[in-house]
């Protein structure tokens, strides 16, 4: 697969971050267009930095960007006349609905989600203008900050294993690490997981010493790998990178769509922005659904999981965990009888536990006999009475009636017999 982008070619047949990072190094000007059916983008290119992003598709328009972030109401928005085909978030800018610390911001977010759906095609084209200096515009953006940043916002954990590598093996800082390092402005929980890369060491090692959460420490150590400042132990060394300058970074932390907004590259921009209103927040986290409410601002200090946004300002109550995962808390004693509520006997009450392992016989608490038995009642019969007194009352009629009949009937006559002849009369 080519590292370096040539005229025209597949994208199947090109590593898209190593050719941007191409670009940087050599400090290069151009502009790469990509398409598929029903999809175009393209990214300009001037002396190593990202100046322009263009896209035909309209989830990743800048305006439509600051409306998800809650920093562009779409009601607004909605009552501007644009004319069509026009940049709606550079009309909400010189409407003053949105600052340009909030513009630039959305153009940033753009160039990466552009980026980052570029990389999920599976087909298409691309072509790239080598020498074109295109217009330079109030956006720029560092290519090491845009492969930082979306690796530090990716959820891909095929796209972090791809470009991380073996994960068994040692990693090594390229020459120039120092150098480079310093220039991304990373804060101190980043820089904690750096110094644990010292040639011995291989990627799961490091997650596995640092504090950090082990998917952010692997994405930050694909980043780096990417841009060439680690290598695996057995790769070649490479080139060293350019030193560029640029602006520091976002804290290395997990978010659910957007990081928060960091410093800018225009610091005079800011310094009258922050004059001329409340300065806001350094760090800015997306909101959820319209319906939700914002969350506060990411925790950026580094203690348990290290990396993880934390959404509550009081630290909750420490909670034990289970001694293993196979022991669970008891359950709760269901209160189903009446003698649950019995008066001197708490339900709560815990049962001694015989232990197999120490005794050879239950406690003799468990041997002896009821000092209070209970009279259960008899549990109640359900004879037959009703039914046999009717069959029997019934049995009876049918006797009587029938010795009634008997009696009225008439009784057959008895017929007289003649005398037989004796031995006299003859």
Same mark, same amino acid.
């Given at each position: ?273 922050? #004059?001329?209103?409340? /300065? %806001? ?7 959820? *659904?319209? +319906?939700? =409410? @914002? !969350? ?62 120490? #005794?050879?016989?239950? /406690? %003799? ?7 209070? *038995?209970? +009279?259960? =009642? @008899? !549990? ?47």
């Amino acid at each position: 697969m080519r590292t370096a982008f040539e005229r025209e070619g597949d994208l199947r047949g090109v590593d898209l971050l190593a050719a941007f990072v191409a670009l940087w190094r050599g400090a290069e000007s151009g502009s790469v267009s990509a398409g598929r059916a029903g999809s175009r983008c393209a990214f300009d290119v001037l002396d190593g930095e990202l100046v322009g992003v263009s896209t035909s598709d309209p989830r990743f328009e800048t305006s439509a960007i600051l409306v998800r972030a809650g920093k562009l109401d779409a009601s607004a928005l909605e009552r501007l006349s644009v004319p069509e085909g026009s940049d709606r978030s550079l009309a909400a800018l010189q409407a003053g609905i949105v600052t340009k610390r909030e513009w630039r911001w959305g153009e940033k977010i753009r160039a990466i989600e552009v980026l980052a759906d570029l990389l999920t095609w599976i087909d298409g084209e691309y072509a790239f203008e080598s020498g074109a200096r295109p217009e330079p515009g109030e956006f720029r953006l560092a290519i090491p900050r845009l492969v930082l940043e979306l690796f530090l916002r990716s959820r891909d954990r095929n796209l972090i294993d791809h470009q991380l590598g073996p994960a068994d093996v040692p990693l090594v800082r390229a020459e120039n690490f120092d150098r480079e390092f310093s220039t991304f402005g990373l804060t101190a929980d980043a820089e904690s997981v750096v110094r644990l890369i010292d040639g011995r060491a291989s990627a799961a090692e490091i997650a596995r010493k640092a504090p950090a959460e082990d998917f952010a420490v692997q994405k930050l150590l694909a980043a780096l790998t990417t841009l060439g400042l680690v290598r695996p132990e057995y790769a070649p060394e490479e080139e060293p990178a350019r030193t560029v300058a640029i602006s520091a970074l976002p804290p290395l932390v997990e978010t659910r769509e957007e990081e928060p907004a960091s410093a800018l590259s225009d610091e005079d921009v800011i310094a009258e922005e922050e #004059e001329a209103r409340k /300065p %806001e927040p350094f760090e800015e986290q997306f909101p959820g *659904p319209p +319906d939700m =409410p @914002a !969350p506060p601002p990411l925790d950026r200090d580094l203690s348990g999981r290290g990396f993880e946004p934390r959404w509550e300002e009081t630290p909750a109550e420490p909670v034990e965990p289970p001694a293993s995962d196979w022991e669970m808390e008891p359950p709760a004693p269901e209160r189903d009888s009446p003698w649950d509520d019995r008066p001197g006997i708490p339900v709560s009450a815990e049962v001694p536990v015989w232990d197999q392992a120490s #005794e050879l016989e239950p /406690p %003799e608490a468990l041997n002896r006999t009821l000092q209070y *038995p209970v +009279d259960l =009642p @008899a !549990p109640e019969r359900r004879g037959m009475g009703p039914a046999i007194g009717w069959i029997l009352g019934l049995l009876v009629l049918a006797g009587a009636a029938f010795f009634v009949w008997r009696s009225r009937s008439p009784q057959p006559v008895p017929v007289a017999q003649a005398p037989s002849p004796t031995s006299a009369a003859i």
